[in-house]
């Protein structure tokens, strides 16, 4: 795969595997020599990474900036979906924003994360169309947020990857949702019936907004 992070899953198994390599061949040399360059070379394995790291020029960008996360863990439109919604409410996404989810404590909606086959064009569009509509449909979310537009994480072009290009999605949207605010990268809509849809104007929605966070 193309993502990082799925190194993640490899320091434990490797951790195990480079003990017990280790192990073995400190029983197989015995001699006081071989055990000091074999200790030297488990050192170097391991520092070597650090001390790369620590003259690279560039760095990722969440480092120095772990006091900032702590102050704002979620993201402007977290804020607003929080103010949005009550305990127990879900919310359906289109586009691809699982951290909505995490951020805002919302269940999802819909059986998928991402509407990625829903999207791109691909010979099951229809039958995973069908289903993210009968799944909208069926749990009637508080929020829904469409996430693309420019500086979203996977789709920025509204032109064909919008939700308006689902036409009985669209019409689903337009009857039963009203935009709350969009900013570029997501659009929140709030059922027409929810509580908390009239207490939020435009200074408050900036409020909420500069409450999130901003790594740009």
Do not use: K
């Not at 200790?39 to 120095?64: E, I």
């Not at 127990?88 to 691809?96: C, Q, V």
């Amino acid at each position: 795969r193309d993502y990082l992070h799925y190194a993640l899953l490899l320091p434990v198994p490797m951790s195990l595997w480079f003990g017990a390599a280790i192990g073995e061949w400190w029983r197989h040399w015995p001699a006081v020599r071989l055990r000091l360059v074999l200790a030297a070379l488990a050192l170097t394995a391991g520092v070597l990474p650090l001390v790369t790291r620590a003259l690279r020029l560039d760095h990722p960008p969440v480092y120095g900036s772990f006091a900032y996360s702590w102050r704002h863990p979620r993201s402007g439109a977290a804020e607003v979906l929080n103010a949005l919604t009550s305990p127990g409410d879900t919310l359906a996404t289109w586009g691809w924003a699982g951290y909505l989810h995490v951020e805002s404590g919302l269940r999802q909606a819909t059986r998928d994360a991402n509407s990625l086959w829903s999207v791109e064009p691909n010979p099951q569009q229809a039958y995973f169309r069908t289903h993210y509509l009968a799944d909208l449909q069926r749990s009637a979310p508080a929020v829904f947020v469409d996430s693309v537009g420019p500086g979203a994480f996977f789709y920025q072009d509204r032109r064909w990857q919008s939700h308006e290009h689902f036409p009985d999605l669209d019409a689903y949207i337009r009857q039963h949702y009203t935009l709350v605010t969009d900013w570029q990268d997501a659009r929140i809509y709030a059922r027409n019936d929810l509580p908390g849809l009239g207490q939020l104007n435009c200074v408050r929605l900036r409020q909420l907004r500069a409450r999130g966070y901003d790594l740009q």
